[in-house]
């Protein structure tokens, strides 16, 4: 019986690789040893782009098949660390600074120091900074392959009906105490069901129809698309060293401000409460006409100003605080799994993914700015062909001191639950801010021990 | 439960080697994937193991921090709330429809369709309430929205998260609660309820002198059932919420997955299963006790 | 009960009346959902039926459209197949319910009739299994999975569940038990083993039970969800419910794709939906059964 079981597993997993074979034998190729690598990405909006990148790849190298894999962000790293533990990973992926520590950590990332030293790569042709985002002991755990920048989005139509345009809202001032300018826009751009809008003294903060201002409260230990820059711009840093810190300062009361800042939004009716947050992200809100203003990144340009979009969106730069204007600037990389079988084609991949031949491609389609700092022109000139400002993102990705690095170090997915429920029950008025951060500081700063 | 035969066939049997054929698929699941797993579990229990490195052993330090994460006592905190909501309202429910068919209609169709909620995934069921109840474009809030109320944020409130997960799981199994209770109804002698009717009897006094105390044994049967399945939430919170608000939802089933799959600890989410494992032993006996008790009051 | 209308009556009828309407319209929301083009979302009035209804939905999440269609028609550039997710959860369901119900089947009549040493003991050890919640193994049992190289296989997302499951072999020892031996009794004097007692005798006369727990066990196999979603995340492999949290979460930036995710949540009912049409007696006598238990 325990060999008739056996034999019965043995026939399903030849069904199931038949399945299989049938599948992927739709594509092409017979040669000799050709290789068939595995790519992962989440973003949808860039897979065309990487999928011309594979095409031009493979016909370069017609033994490499590249085979991409996309799946959404929550999805993605579920999806990587289980299939890492599972000894089954993609041969190469795409990273990001609070996700990929723990690979490195375990092991499980490849060195590209070697192959870069013996090919000569050029380290200086990316955006400044970005290459050292994945470097530890001298050792790389990845070649950079774009940047993003924050500004801040926000529909035309109905801030032109309030009185605010563009220049209005070009240099916009911020502080947590009164929230400078940029809280004067904000509540402007808040209208009640009466149509008075967040300045009317008749402004009926119960019954509002559209706010001025959506919160990102999803946004785990980083904040890049609202707190964190707030916080940039008072002299907050996140760790005693970026990258691979292990004292965090959660506990700097210059956060707490920034959150208490928030909350004093929502307590106006500027900004929705947490506790009716609804399944619906902020563009969604936006483009629903419930929203006016939030705080985006460049990555998401398309989005906005797309054919999809509904409403009418512009870009404009953040407000700026006491310390200037400053904005997360993170960076993305390709890295290769230290377990592949095939190390050499899939450095081969990389070298493609990181040179200018595939990022001038994804520059061209104008959806991300590419690392190399000529591919990111061209997408610049790429999104200006289509008539698109988004000078925002640059002005501040260019500007002296315009921009701070996200925090890389490890325990990346614990540092991020602890400190987004400690921000969550800040908003929810469960603690107060300070007592709520200074908890977690001590939480996070526990699992370095 | 043992049958007494009145008379022994004369020869003893002994069918040892036709036993073992029958039993050596049985056997061999159970060592293999419950057996063998425990085993392996009660080992990870005490070591630090993250998939990715060979487990040390640590002692009982898993366990001793368990005492001290406050986010492990939250999580049973707020199962035990959700058991509470759950298991009190889909039983009174049910209880309430199951006597209700049984004094009114025998309809399979009826039943049938009372049963469709169960038969759904409950990634489904989560699917379809998260969209009923989202805040902004939700059926319920746009009704709630047409009276004057609202929008109430069912899922993200904080305190009315738990509840909103309870109802939805009410919703997806008192159907099916129902008609075991309605099963264990239908054993009932009807001379029972012909008898008090003609002592005058109304259905109420009916329900408390009749159905309930001959329904017991079942009603205890089917509680500690679903007893044990609700402690065990998780692929409505999985869909919908995901644990927020700030852990509102955490339930323990959900703490022990995010452990093991989501931060890798996996020897600290063996100790956390062994202790659910421990307060689930403890009920069970508990509930079986009461059960056997209400058996012999019966008979 | 000869009182046609009195009070009371009216007063259940109409409470039993609510408890359905309040059963089945979430599904018809739900299909009322899959036929709106996402592009009416927001707009779409919240009568009974859309303005412009259509199947767009059903098509993408089918994978019937191009990418460029799913997109214009709301979805994401990702890939979504439920074809094949249906496929894969009708052939999980049926190997599990199959083989499961034959082998806890026979286990069951050996508790219930053979004779052999220790069979109380094995028997009390097997149903103690009862009491562990599947957590505790289904992390041992993942990382043995894993060990196997099965991650990713319909043969790992079976395994544990394919040779038994303690409550099968519970329930079947208490219905063994509950058959008359005689016919047993003179089928052995006929010259018959306890195998050929088993198949020829035994299981014939079980076929209500066999089914009940057969029908059991596919509904559950068709609800289940951590364990496939541990094991079977590939694309190749993934089950309906799988495919529905990973969907949630593939919609554009973030924004659940709604008028798709009814579409696919209606495909994920409707297996359910036909066994229902088709065994629905079945499937509430074998409650019966359970219950009277």
């Known amino acids: 019986m325990i060999r008739r079981s056996r034999a019965g597993a043995a026939l399903l997993s030849l069904a199931v690789a038949a399945g299989l074979a049938a599948c992927s034998s739709s594509g092409d190729e017979a040669g000799g040893d050709a290789v068939t690598l595995d790519y992962w990405l989440w973003d949808d909006n860039q897979k065309a782009s990487y999928q011309a990148c594979a095409d031009a790849f493979h016909a370069d190298n017609p033994n490499i098949t590249i085979?991409?894999?996309?799946?959404?962000?929550?999805?993605?790293?579920?999806?990587?660390?289980?299939?890492?533990?599972?000894?089954?990973?993609?041969?190469?992926w795409t990273n990001q600074g609070s996700y990929y520590p723990q690979f490195v950590t375990s092991g499980q990332i490849l060195d590209l120091e070697p192959y870069v030293k013996a090919d000569n790569v050029d380290l200086s042709q990316y955006q400044a900074g970005l290459a050292g985002l994945f470097e530890k002991d001298g050792k790389r755990y990845g070649l950079p392959k774009d940047w993003d920048t924050m500004a801040v989005v926000y529909n035309t139509d109905h801030l032109k009906a309030q009185g605010l345009d563009a220049a209005a809202l070009e240099d916009l001032s911020w502080n947590p105490t009164d929230g400078g300018t940029f809280e004067q826009a904000i509540a402007k751009a808040t209208v009640d069901n009466n149509g008075k809008n967040g300045l009317d003294p008749a402004f009926d903060k119960t019954k509002v129809k559209v706010y001025g201002f959506l919160p990102e409260w999803g946004d785990g230990s980083q904040g890049q698309n609202g707190w964190g820059n707030f916080a940039a711009m008072l002299g907050f840093t996140y760790l005693d060293k970026n990258p691979w810190g292990t004292q965090f300062k959660y506990d700097d009361p210059r956060l707490a401000q920034v959150i208490d800042w928030y909350k004093s939004l929502i307590a106006k009716g500027y900004s929705p409460a947490l506790d009716l947050k609804s399944?619906?992200?902020?563009?969604?809100?936006?483009?629903?006409?419930?929203?006016?203003?939030?705080?985006?990144?460049?990555?998401?340009?398309?989005?906005?100003?797309?054919?999809?979009?509904?409403?009418?969106?512009?870009?404009?730069?953040?407000?700026?605080?006491?310390?200037?204007?400053?904005?997360?600037?993170?960076?993305?990389?390709?890295?290769?799994?230290?377990?592949?079988?095939?190390?050499?084609?899939?450095?081969?991949?990389?070298k493609f993914?990181?040179?200018?031949?595939?990022?001038?491609?994804?520059?061209?389609?104008?959806?991300?700015?590419?690392?190399?700092?000529?591919?990111?022109?061209?997408?610049?000139?790429?999104h200006e062909g289509k008539g698109r400002d988004v000078r925002a993102f640059i002005d501040q990705a260019t500007a002296p001191n315009g921009t701070f690095f996200l925090p890389i170090t490890d325990h990346g997915s614990e540092v991020s639950k602890i400190v987004q429920d400690a921000i969550q029950s800040a908003v929810l008025g469960r603690t107060d801010s300070a007592t709520a951060l200074k908890k977690a500081n001590e939480q996070v700063n526990a699992l370095f021990k | 439960m043992t049958s007494s035969t009145p008379h022994h066939p004369a020869r003893r049997r002994d069918d040892r080697r036709a036993a073992w054929w029958f039993l050596v698929p049985v056997l061999a699941g159970f060592g293999v994937f419950y057996g063998y797993p425990a085993v392996r579990g009660?080992?990870?229990?005490?070591?630090?193991?993250?998939?990715?490195?060979?487990?040390?052993?640590?002692?009982?330090?898993?366990?001793?921090?368990?005492?001290?994460?406050?986010?492990?006592?939250?999580?049973?905190?707020?199962?035990?709330?959700?058991?509470?909501?759950?298991?009190?309202?889909?039983?009174?429910?049910?209880?309430?429809?199951?006597?209700?068919?049984?004094?009114?209609?025998?309809?399979?169709?009826?039943?049938?369709?009372?049963?469709?909620?169960?038969?759904?995934?409950?990634?489904?069921?989560?699917?379809?309430?998260?969209?009923?109840?989202?805040?902004?474009?939700?059926?319920?809030?746009?009704?709630?929205?047409?009276?004057?109320?609202?929008?109430?944020?069912?899922?993200?409130?904080?305190?009315?998260?738990?509840?909103?997960?309870?109802?939805?799981?009410?919703?997806?199994?008192?159907?099916?609660?129902?008609?075991?209770?309605?099963?264990?109804?239908?054993?009932?002698?009807?001379?029972?309820?012909?008898?008090?009717?003609?002592?005058?009897?109304?259905?109420?006094?009916?329900?408390?002198?009749?159905?309930?105390?001959?329904?017991?044994?079942?009603?205890?049967?089917?509680?500690?059932?679903?007893?044990?399945?609700?402690?065990?939430?998780?692929?409505?919170?999985?869909?919908?919420?995901?644990?927020?608000?700030?852990?509102?939802?955490?339930?323990?089933?959900?703490?022990?997955?995010?452990?093991?799959?989501?931060?890798?600890?996996?020897?600290?989410?063996?100790?956390?299963?062994?202790?659910?494992?421990?307060?689930?032993?403890?009920?069970?006996?508990?509930?079986?006790?009461?059960?056997?008790?209400?058996?012999?009051?019966?008979? | 009960m000869r009182r046609r209308f009195s009070p009371g009556r009216v007063l259940g009828w109409t409470v039993l009346t609510v408890v359905v309407v309040g059963s089945v319209f979430p599904f018809w929301w739900m299909v009322r959902t899959a036929i709106t083009p996402a592009a009416d979302m927001y707009t779409d009035s919240s009568a009974l039926l859309p303005d412009n209804p259509t199947l767009v939905n059903f098509a993408r999440v089918l994978g019937l459209t191009s990418e460029a269609e799913a997109r214009a028609a709301g979805g994401s550039g990702a890939h979504v197949d439920f074809a094949r997710y249906l496929v894969n959860s009708v052939v999980y369901c049926a190997l599990i319910a199959g083989f499961q119900t034959l082998f806890c089947a026979m286990a069951g009549y050996a508790f219930a009739r053979l004779r052999f040493p220790g069979r109380?003991?094995?028997?009390?050890?097997?149903?103690?299994?009862?009491?562990?919640?599947?957590?505790?193994?289904?992390?041992?049992?993942?990382?043995?999975?894993?060990?196997?190289?099965?991650?990713?296989?319909?043969?790992?997302?079976?395994?544990?569940?394919?040779?038994?499951?303690?409550?099968?072999?519970?329930?079947?020892r208490q219905f063994f038990l509950s058959l008359p031996r005689d016919v047993e009794e003179a089928a052995i004097l006929d010259g018959n083993g306890p195998w050929g007692v088993f198949w020829r005798i035994a299981l014939p006369m079980s076929r209500g039970p066999l089914i009940t727990i057969g029908l059991t066990t596919i509904v559950w196999a068709w609800k289940d969800y951590l364990w496939p979603l541990l094991v079977g995340r590939a694309e190749e492999n993934r089950l309906v419910t799988v495919a529905l949290g990973v969907f949630l979460q593939q919609s554009p930036n973030t924004q659940p794709d709604w008028t798709g995710l009814m579409a696919a949540s209606t495909l994920s009912v409707v297996p359910v939906l036909v066994l229902l049409v088709f065994m629905g007696r079945r499937l509430v006598q074998s409650l019966n059964f359970t219950g009277s238990k």
């Open chain 3, 120 to 172: 109380d003991l094995v028997f009390g050890i097997l149903i103690s299994a009862l009491m562990v919640p599947p957590i505790f193994t289904l992390l041992p049992n993942f990382v043995f999975v894993k060990e196997l190289g099965l991650i990713n296989t319909m043969a790992g997302m079976v395994a544990p569940s394919l040779l038994m499951t303690p409550f099968a072999v519970f329930f079947l």
């Open chain 1, 67 to 92: 085979k991409i894999s996309q799946s959404a962000w929550d999805v993605y790293w579920q999806n990587l660390t289980t299939q890492v533990a599972a000894g089954d990973a993609p041969d190469v």
């Open chain 2, 42 to 299: 009660l080992w990870y229990s005490v070591t630090d193991y993250t998939m990715l490195n060979t487990p040390s052993f640590v002692g009982a330090e898993n366990y001793s921090a368990l005492m001290r994460d406050g986010d492990f006592w939250n999580a049973l905190k707020v199962t035990a709330w959700y058991v509470l909501l759950n298991i009190g309202s889909q039983t009174l429910l049910a209880l309430a429809i199951a006597a209700l068919m049984h004094r009114l209609t025998r309809s399979v169709v009826l039943r049938a369709t009372l049963l469709l909620p169960w038969l759904v995934p409950n990634v489904t069921v989560g699917l379809l309430w998260m969209w009923l109840l989202d805040t902004n474009l939700g059926f319920l809030n746009h009704l709630l929205g047409t009276v004057g109320i609202g929008p109430v944020g069912f899922l993200s409130d904080a305190s009315l998260a738990m509840p909103s997960i309870a109802a939805i799981n009410t919703w997806s199994y008192t159907g099916y609660t129902a008609l075991l209770l309605y099963a264990g109804m239908l054993q009932i002698p009807q001379y029972l309820y012909e008898s008090a009717a003609i002592d005058g009897a109304g259905e109420w006094r009916m329900f408390r002198r009749v159905t309930l105390p001959l329904l017991r044994p079942v009603l205890a049967l089917v509680l500690v059932v679903s007893l044990i399945g609700s402690f065990q939430i998780f692929d409505t919170i999985a869909v919908t919420t995901k644990g927020d608000p700030v852990g509102a939802t955490r339930a323990i089933y959900f703490f022990i997955y995010e452990e093991a799959f989501r931060f890798f600890h996996l020897g600290y989410a063996a100790a956390a299963a062994i202790c659910l494992a421990l307060i689930l032993g403890v009920l069970t006996a508990v509930q079986m006790r009461l059960l056997r008790a209400s058996r012999s009051d019966l008979a």
């Open chain 1, 353 to 382: 993914l990181a040179s200018s031949d595939c990022q001038d491609i994804v520059g061209g389609n104008a959806v991300v700015f590419p690392a190399i700092k000529t591919a990111s022109d061209k997408a610049l000139a790429a």
């Open chain 1, 279 to 350: 399944t619906l992200a902020r563009d969604a809100l936006l483009n629903a006409g419930k929203g006016a203003m939030t705080i985006t990144g460049s990555w998401m340009i398309n989005s906005y100003l797309g054919d999809s979009a509904k409403v009418k969106f512009a870009f404009a730069p953040l407000p700026a605080g006491p310390q200037g204007r400053k904005s997360a600037i993170n960076g993305l990389s390709d890295a290769i799994w230290a377990g592949t079988e095939h190390k050499d084609e899939a450095w081969k991949w990389v």
